[in-house]
């Protein structure tokens, strides 16, 4: 009952005003101290270091984050009962942003710290063993739906191409231009899956044809859709949503 | 009455300690940062039928008030750690905040509304100060629990089932947030009635000489 109003909710919710909402405010309105600066009847002329002293906790909520999280915890699975029709869109662009990724053109770039480095195509990355997870996706925003996905564990294909899994991050590009990154303890989790399949089918455009990386330990925005490049690195790599300033390691 | 020595007036008697004094505006502050920060974050996606005034919020846009939000967590976190340990362990609890029974409570609430609660000696809390300060406290834990299981609904999934599922643990969350906040208001709404206790928060007593006992 409840989850079905709030899948309601979140559909009405993406589609009018946080919607366009979120459109304005990804052109970076900055941390503005509205309120607080009404209150204490002040201007903040230091926005600048504000935000910087700001990022600096975000990083060490980062530090702190990486040695809460237990690479052996499991996430909680569900029934299939459980399970949210249709699936919430969500993306930082509209519906009719979805990119149209072509099946037979596809092919997966791999690119750094990584031996085997030859582009994979849809057919053999289909051919891998798959495993598949009821399991809760977390939004930012804060609505929840728990979601069925099926595909390959990420540390079985890390394996299989030679990555350096003693590196620190694991990145990946998207079709939409989208982009984030994963540290390695998580990529390696036994339910970070490279999701092919949704809810019993291929996935759907919507949710990321043809390859979402499904990262139940983090938050929506950490589950990269429409993925068409891996990568391993040292480097920090940052991400879409992570360089304006939502925190890097979003974990759960 | 001045001191010979020093020709100063002799110190009137403490009312709170310096410790008492430094967390309770650490708290404060704390507490308006994560509370208009955590509007801006409920408004992202909120629980019930209805939005909070955009323009009381902290933050700017979601991923600013998710900065603000997990910066003063600590402050209130450690701040109220401090406070709590000194609390339970200095005898501050048992002294100013202990004993308190239902029934003092509610003739001290009478005594208030019809303008009879003495306010002779601040260094006493009466009772629906202590019932309200005790309430606080508890609101507050309840709010850094629920906010922590749903800060890290896998890593504490133990604590997320306490509360009854990740959904249930947001609601307990805002309606902690009202609930703190609303005995928040008829505490600040006291401290107005008698502002000499501002006084005594701020700078631990009152200035004027109290005559010898
Ligand atoms: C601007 C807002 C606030 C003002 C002006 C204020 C003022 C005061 C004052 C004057 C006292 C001492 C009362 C007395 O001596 O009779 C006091 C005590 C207290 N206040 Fe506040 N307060 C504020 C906000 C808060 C908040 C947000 C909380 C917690 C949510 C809080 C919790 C407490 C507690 C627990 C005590 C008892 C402290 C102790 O003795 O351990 N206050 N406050």
Redesign the interface.
């Known amino acids: 009952m409840i989850k079905l109003k709030m899948g309601e909710r979140f559909a009405a919710l993406r589609n009018r005003e946080i919607a366009s909402l979120e459109r304005r405010l990804f052109l970076r309105q900055g941390l503005s101290m509205g309120a607080l600066s009404l209150l204490a009847g002040c201007n903040v002329t230091d926005e600048v270091g504000v935000e910087n002293a700001l990022r600096k906790i975000s990083s060490w909520n980062d530090t702190v984050q990486a040695k809460l999280f237990d690479p052996k915890r499991l996430v909680e699975e569900y029934p299939a009962s459980a399970i949210v029709r249709p699936f919430p869109f969500n993306a930082f662009y509209d519906e009719d942003g979805i990119p149209a990724v072509s099946a037979a053109d596809f092919s997966l770039e791999l690119a750094g710290l990584i031996r085997e480095r030859k582009p994979w195509s849809l057919a053999e990355l289909y051919a891998l063993p798959q495993v598949t997870q009821t399991t809760r996706h977390i939004c930012v925003e804060g609505w929840s739906a728990v979601g069925q996905w099926s595909g390959t564990p990420l540390r079985h294909f890390l394996e299989r191409v030679g990555a350096d899994t003693s590196a620190r991050y694991v990145g990946f590009k998207c079709a939409d231009d989208y982009y984030t990154s994963i540290d390695m303890a998580t990529a390696l989790h036994p339910q970070t899956l490279m999701a092919f399949r949704q809810d019993g089918d291929v996935l759907p455009a919507p949710n990321g044809f043809p390859l979402k990386i499904r990262v139940p330990t983090k938050l929506g925005f950490k589950n990269p859709k429409h993925v068409r490049a891996i990568f391993v690195t040292n480097e920090y790599p940052g991400g879409y949503w992570e360089d304006q300033g939502y925190n890097w390691f979003a974990g759960l | 009455m001045s001191d010979a020595r020093t020709g100063r007036l002799p110190a009137s008697p403490t009312i709170h300690g310096r410790i008492v004094r430094l967390t309770h505006w650490l708290n404060a502050l704390a507490f308006?940062?994560l509370l208009?920060s955590g509007w801006k974050?409920?408004n992202?996606?909120?629980?019930f039928a209805f939005r909070l005034p955009s323009?009381?919020?902290?933050?700017?846009?979601?991923?600013?008030a998710?900065?603000?939000h997990?910066?003063a967590m600590?402050l209130l976190a450690l701040n109220g750690l401090l406070y709590l340990g000194h609390g339970f362990l200095c005898g501050h609890f048992r002294r100013k905040l202990w004993p308190v029974s239902p029934a003092a409570v509610w003739a001290d609430i009478r005594a208030a509304f019809s303008g009879r609660l003495a306010h002779d000696d601040l260094s006493v809390y009466n009772a629906a100060q202590r019932a309200a300060y005790i309430a606080l406290i508890l609101g507050i834990t309840l709010l850094a629990l629920s906010g922590l299981a749903?800060w890290?609904?896998?890593?504490l999934?133990p604590l997320v089932q306490l509360f009854g599922g990740?959904?249930t643990a947001?609601v307990v969350h805002f309606v902690a947030m009202a609930l703190t906040l609303a005995v928040t208001a008829v505490h600040v709404l006291m401290v107005v009635l008698v502002p000499r206790t501002l006084l005594a928060m701020l700078i631990g007593r009152l200035p004027t000489v109290r005559s010898p006992q």
């Open positions: 308006l940062i208009l974050i409920y992202a996606s909120p629980v323009e009381l919020t902290l933050g700017g846009w979601l991923g600013g998710l900065l603000w997990f910066a600590w749903i890290k609904p896998v890593q999934a990740f959904d947001r």
